[in-house]
Every structure is written in structure tokens, then in C-alpha cells.
């Protein structure tokens, strides 16, 4: 159903394992718990707005059946076997594990090293008082400016994450 697809689409970018722990360390478990029922709440949040919305001309079958073409590698039925847990049985999938296992560490060790970086750079350079006088205050302006700031770092969760640490 189109409800549980955008429940899924919201919540899966906000938290996974890898960002929880990074946040954890980073910020402390009460925000890393925080956020991950915060990425909950938007996506049931989304997902039942979406299924409301549903009923309207808007959204009239909007996730239609893909012709079968053959699917993944000519597999009629890609998840019909069952998964094969042990990959270190087999030298091609030890092969793959690793060099998968290597490219993610290096993902995460090029985007974390960057994040920290413009942390550092923050906390010598930017005063805190700017920060509090541009993000800071109440209503609904510091709303929509965190949000602009915050953007582009949502490219990436991983960065994301020592960025909110400096502005804390």
C-alpha cells in the first residue's frame, strides 16, 4: 500500500544502526532514542496522512504493476530460494562481503572525517553567540532557518550528526 510505502520512505533516511550509534556517540543516547522515535512518528505520521489522501483523486492507483520482464539477473522470482547466511563458506561471496565490508568503511571514514573537520572549524571560528542570534530565539524563523542550514547536511545522516553536536 502507498501508506506504508511513504511510512518507510520518510522514516528509513532519519535513523539506521550505523546512525544510531553515531549519534549515541556523539550527542548521548537520549538523543540518539529521541531522534529514532522522532524518524518513527514522521513516518506514521506520513504514512497515515498518505493513507487519508489516499481516498482522493489524487493519489488513483499510484503504484501500478511493472510489467515482469524477468526481474534481477532473468529471475522470475528473486526472493522466492531461501538466503544463504553463511557467505564465508564461499570464496566469491567472501570476496564480495569484503570489498562491500572496505567501500562502506571508507563511505563512512570520508564523510565522518569532513564532518568533524567543519565541527572543528566551527567551534574555533564561527562565535556562539552568531549561531544562537541566527538559529536562536523563538516562533517560527529559527524553525525555518534550521531547516535551510540544515539541508544540505542531510545529504548525508553520517555528517550530519558532529555538525549538530557543534551547534549544540
Known amino acids: ?22 549519534t549515541a556517540g556523539a550527542l ?18 506520513g504514512g497515515f496522512g ?14 501500478r504493476e511493472k510489467p515482469a520482464v524477468g526481474g534481477c539477473c532473468g529471475v522470475q522470482e528473486p526472493f522466492s530460494g531461501k538466503p544463504k547466511w553463511k557467505f564465508w563458506t ?6 564480495v562481503f569484503k570489498s562491500t565490508a572496505l567501500e562502506n568503511g571508507l563511505f563512512l571514514l570520508k564523510w565522518l572525517t569532513l564532518a568533524y573537520v567543519i565541527e572543528t572549524l566551527m567551534i574555533a571560528y564561527i562565535p556562539a553567540q552568531m549561531i544562537a542570534g541566527v538559529l ?11 531547516a535551510l542550514v540544515g ?5 548525508n545522516g553520517y555528517a550530519a550528526v558532529p555538525l549538530v553536536g557543534a551547534l549544540l
Open 151 to 155: 539541508a544540505p547536511a542531510s545529504l
Open 50 to 63: 498518505t493513507l487519508l489522501l489516499s481516498r482522493s483523486v489524487v493519489f488513483a492507483n499510484p503504484l
Open 28 to 45: 548521548g543516547w537520549d538523543f540518539a532514542i529521541a531522534k529514532t522515535f522522532a524518524a518513527v512518528g514522521l513516518g506514521v505520521f
Open 136 to 146: 536562536g530565539g523563538t516562533g517560527i524563523t529559527p524553525i525555518f532557518m534550521g
Open 90 to 95: 564461499e570464496e566469491t561471496r567472501r570476496e
Open 1 to 22: 500500500p502507498l501508506s506504508a510505502v511513504m511510512a518507510f520512505w520518510l522514516a528509513s533516511p532519519l535513523i539506521d544502526p550505523p546512525t544510531l550509534l553515531i
